[in-house]
């Protein structure tokens, strides 16, 4: 899977599971998910069991940072570094 | 316009008082529900809900007791008092609160810990009319790391606004002590713990042996693989996804419509 084609997938996975009235295919990959979407922790919840499921990853305690949910970016490199 | 009628109740269970409300059809029913409620705070995100639920299904036939378990809502006594089998107990006394009060035969709706109880309950009752299961917790170690994981984001969160780094979000969440795990502000001792963590609905697999609606809510129309299974290990069992927000994640008014909507057409199929 190609860097581009791995953002689209989180980019459809969080507009799915957060039932967002947006188009994943207008979202930046760098742009800020927690300002633009209103994400709160209800909904980081949801990103976090989102990307596990779909990326069969799994988040250690330690991990959980700001800036790992900042953009579809940081999400992605984390999925990487998770799957390599 | 609910075509219903709404009643206070009371009965006891292991020697207290626990109270509810029964939802009566205008008309006379031989069918009755009790619903079990969520668990912690949980609870409180999905009365709401619960409580329109409760009248759909008057609305089309089926009398409705709710309930507060021991230590939770109106029902007496502290949240830390009691365990997964004084609830269980409480289930128990409401099914024949509610056999008695409505003359019917007397099925479990359950919600997350709530489903659960309600499908242990019925293993040992098969007298039980029926099982509705909504997002029942299938596994209780995954449930506990589910609810560590919120806490963690909290403290992630709360840390971020307040300026902090965030990075000590998981030392701040596991902080609790004792063994005592926080979910989401209710203190889970370590007895608690180990009851939850021992759960597994597949483990033995279930045979209780009347209709089952497994209901799994969600983004997809996947109904996720344990709910899935749950599902086909009973003999009478259907597996059912709606597309629905989390009912129980989030205080607010939400619209539970869709996983009503599919329950009250299954019910009026029974």
């Known amino acids: 899977m190609s ?19 947006a188009d994943p295919q207008q979202m930046a990959d760098d742009e800020n998910l927690m300002e633009n979407y209103e994400i709160d922790s209800v ?17 250690e305690d330690e991990d959980f940072s700001v800036d ?14 998770k799957r390599s | 316009m609910t075509a219903a009628q709404e009643r206070l109740v009371s009965f006891e269970s292991a020697g207290e008082l626990l109270h509810g ?3 009566e059809p205008l008309e006379e029913t031989q069918q009755a529900l009790v619903f079990c409620h969520p668990f912690a705070e949980e609870k409180k995100c999905a009365h709401r809900s619960m409580v329109e639920a409760a009248r759909a299904c008057a609305a089309a036939g089926w009398a409705v007791l709710r309930f ?16 997964l089998n004084d609830w269980r107990l409480d289930i128990e006394s409401a099914l024949e609160c509610a056999a008695r009060e409505t003359s019917s035969a007397v099925g479990l709706l ?15 009752r098969p007298d039980v009319a029926c099982l509705v299961l909504w997002e029942p917790i299938v596994d209780g170690e995954r449930y506990i790391k589910q609810n560590l994981r919120r806490s963690i984001i909290k403290a992630m969160m709360t840390s971020h606004e307040g300026g902090g780094s965030g990075t000590t979000a998981a030392h701040t969440a596991g902080a609790s002590g004792e063994g005592t795990v926080d979910f989401d502000g209710y203190s889970v001792g370590e007895a608690m713990r180990e009851q939850l963590a021992e759960v597994n609905l597949l483990e033995p697999p ?19 693989e344990q709910l899935q299974r749950l599902a086909d290990a009973y003999t009478m069992g259907t597996a059912r996804a709606v597309r629905q927000e989390p009912i129980w994640q989030r205080i607010g008014v939400m619209d539970a419509t869709p996983v009503i909507s599919a329950t009250v057409e299954w019910l009026r199929q029974q």
């Open chain 2, 68 to 83: 507060d378990n021991r230590g939770c809502g109106d029902s007496p006594g502290c949240f830390e008092q009691y365990d």
């Open chain 2, 206 to 224: 279930p045979v209780y042996p009347r209709p089952v609606l497994v209901v799994a809510l969600g983004a997809g129309e996947a109904m996720g």
């Open chain 1, 43 to 59: 909904n980081l919840f949801e990103i976090v069991v989102g990307l596990e499921e779909q990326f069969d990853i799994s988040f």
């Open chain 2, 110 to 124: 359950g919600l997350r810990l709530g489903a659960t109880l309600a499908a242990e309950v019925a293993e040992d």
């Open chain 1, 68 to 81: 790992l949910f900042a953009t579809v970016n940081s999400l992605a490199e984390y999925v990487e570094t």
């Open chain 1, 3 to 21: 860097d581009q084609q791995l953002k689209q997938q989180i980019k459809e996975m969080i507009v799915e599971r957060l039932f967002l009235d």
């Open chain 2, 21 to 23: 409300v029964i939802h």
